[in-house]
């Protein structure tokens, strides 16, 4: 099979959704052409405070959102699920996308918006009360507390692993402050800057290539936790500064940078033409899961997340400025995530030179699943398409470097500031003001990190806990799907098309918590069988509150 003919299918059929069915979400459900026809005004524009509230413009609004969900997730998640074969992997990640995965980005956009800006955690309480709002709010700091943690390590090892990649991405972070300064005092347009910004950026990576830096030196073996603690010292700083210094003109450049990456990648792809030399199917890989339900789980970010259902009601939902933006801001960019989840499977399975050198990377699930091994498959694969365009391998490795850390960076410090908005609304809860405090909550999302991160040696706390990312960031996509389900049901509309997708993902979340307990309890692991069931028991209860609510709402109607 050609992996040019694989990618044009995928990408022809995600222009197609986005065309009508993403229109069809947008204006037949969501009715997002009569908001804008009565002037109701979005989050961003009711509460503007130049720091959190702050109306931008759809490309740059774009930028953030598309980097804020495509981190590294979308990658390694397909490298690893192509143990099963490519077909499952592209099936699941073209039609999970285009009807769960950017219906779910989408919705939780919406209904951000509809709610002030807030999160589904205070969206739950308002539908189904401050039980359930409680019980989202537990969820949410379990998941964003894992991902903080693992992205800080993901990025350090990508640091000590690729040492060219270090000067390119710090220096991107320098030229977006620079960015962000300019273009908020003197109101100036960010076209020109972004793309000379693009233009030394690879100029960086150039240089990086030739002149890697590496802690090693002065730290040691301790390079990896001097990383980590550089990266979580970042964190806390971008999440307690204004949106326009930062996060907007740095995921500005993201998204040019990506939108060269996926460029390069794509158009590399038909200019080299390369065979599949992985198996269509592989149903039973040595040591490896059942297919069901862990292709699903273990693809998440490239076909469906419930961290994007955060980031949308998190950040971008404050940052919107009229209610017909929020269709490419979110359907648009989660079709975007997609093309990079397809790209990812086909540089794992059609960016190997030969069938014997993919059976040898994948000769079991240990093999397949190491941190290490998915990245570089990934960087390999992808630098053999560039290459098509006669850019060296080694530069292209260095550009895919590049590319993921600053995505993953992206996602790292958008969740530290999703987290100091989720510390805030425990401390409505609990009613600790202090809790409210943008430096003290901040501080609090980076310390609990840290803490887990120490846990283990070398800073690797967070993979102890990292078996149960998945089914979590899954179960809280299902549950965001039930509230948007809930809210189109209170408005009168048509609920089918997200009622269908959160009974399959509710199913696959199901299945893959039941799993997972058994396994820790036959292995003896007695703190994951614990987190794992009160998960499980989580999802039942919020489950069990939205069945008693629309019961009660059928025998009062």
Not at 197 to 210: E, S
Not at 289 to 311: D, E, K, M, Q, R
Not at 517 to 533: E, M, P
């Amino acid at each position: 099979m050609n992996g040019a003919v694989l990618g044009f299918i995928g990408i022809s059929l995600f222009l197609l959704a986005y065309r009508f069915y993403g229109q069809f979400i947008a204006n037949k459900l969501f009715k997002l052409e009569e908001e804008d026809r009565h002037n109701n005004p979005t989050p961003a524009v009711a509460y503007s405070d130049g720091v959190d509230f702050v109306p931008t413009s759809k490309s740059i609004l774009i930028g953030h959102h598309f980097s804020s969900i495509a981190g590294a997730a979308p990658i390694v998640g397909p490298a690893v699920a192509a143990i099963w074969g490519w077909l499952p992997a592209l099936l699941w990640i073209t039609i999970g996308v285009i009807f769960i995965g950017a219906c779910h980005d989408f919705g939780a956009l919406v209904l951000s918006m509809h709610h002030r800006g807030n999160s589904v955690a205070y969206v739950a309480g308002q539908i189904l009360g401050n039980r359930v709002r409680n019980l989202f709010l537990i969820v949410i700091f379990f998941l964003i507390w894992m991902v903080i943690a693992v992205f800080a390590l993901v990025i350090s090892n990508l640091f000590v692993s690729f040492p060219s990649a270090v000067l390119p991405v710090n220096f991107e972070i320098i030229v977006a402050v620079l960015m962000g300064l300019f273009i908020n005092k003197g109101g100036n347009s960010l076209k020109i800057p972004s793309l000379l910004a693009q233009l030394t950026l690879f100029v960086m990576i150039y240089l990086g290539t030739k002149y890697p830096i590496s802690l090693t030196p002065l730290f040691g073996e301790h390079a990896l936790m001097a990383w980590m603690l550089f990266l979580l010292i970042y964190s806390f700083i971008a999440s307690v500064l204004p949106v326009w210094i930062l996060l907007q003109p740095r995921d500005y450049i993201n998204g040019h940078q990506l939108a060269v990456g996926l460029f390069l990648m794509v158009t590399g792809l038909f200019i080299v033409q390369p065979d599949v030399v992985a198996p269509m199917l592989n149903l039973h890989p040595e040591g490896a899961p059942p297919i069901f339900p862990f292709l699903f789980i273990t693809i998440a970010c490239g076909a469906i997340s419930g961290f994007h259902g955060l980031v949308s009601g998190g950040t971008t939902s404050k940052q919107v400025k009229n209610w017909q933006e929020a269709k490419p801001v979110a359907y648009g960019s989660m079709l975007g995530e997609g093309l990079l989840a397809l790209l990812a499977t086909l540089a794992v399975t059609a960016g190997f030179k030969t069938p014997l050198a993919w059976h040898t990377h994948y000769a079991n699930w240990n093999a397949a699943n190491g941190l290490a091994a998915k990245i570089n498959a990934f960087v390999t694969g992808s630098s053999r398409f560039i290459a098509g365009w006669g850019i060296p391998e080694e530069v292209g490795q260095t550009l895919m470097a590049v590319l993921i850390i600053s995505f993953a960076a992206t996602s790292l410090d958008t969740a530290c500031r999703i987290q100091r908005y989720i510390i805030g609304e425990v401390g409505d809860a609990i009613g600790v003001k202090s809790l409210k405090n943008k430096y003290f909550g901040s501080f609090i999302a980076v310390a609990s990190a840290f803490a887990l991160m120490i846990s283990s040696d070398g800073g690797k706390g967070g993979l102890k806990i990292w078996p149960l990312f998945g089914a979590t960031n899954q179960m809280l996509a299902a549950l965001t799907l039930i509230l948007i389900s809930l809210y189109l049901i209170r408005k009168k509309r048509n609920a089918w098309p997200f009622i269908i997708p959160s009974i399959i993902i509710c199913f696959i979340t199901t299945i893959g918590l039941i799993l997972n307990i058994s396994r820790f309890f036959s292995s003896g692991n007695i703190f994951l069988t614990t987190l794992a069931s009160l998960l499980f028991l989580s999802q039942c209860w919020i489950l069990v509150e939205a069945y008693l609510l629309l019961r009660n709402k059928g025998r009062t109607s």
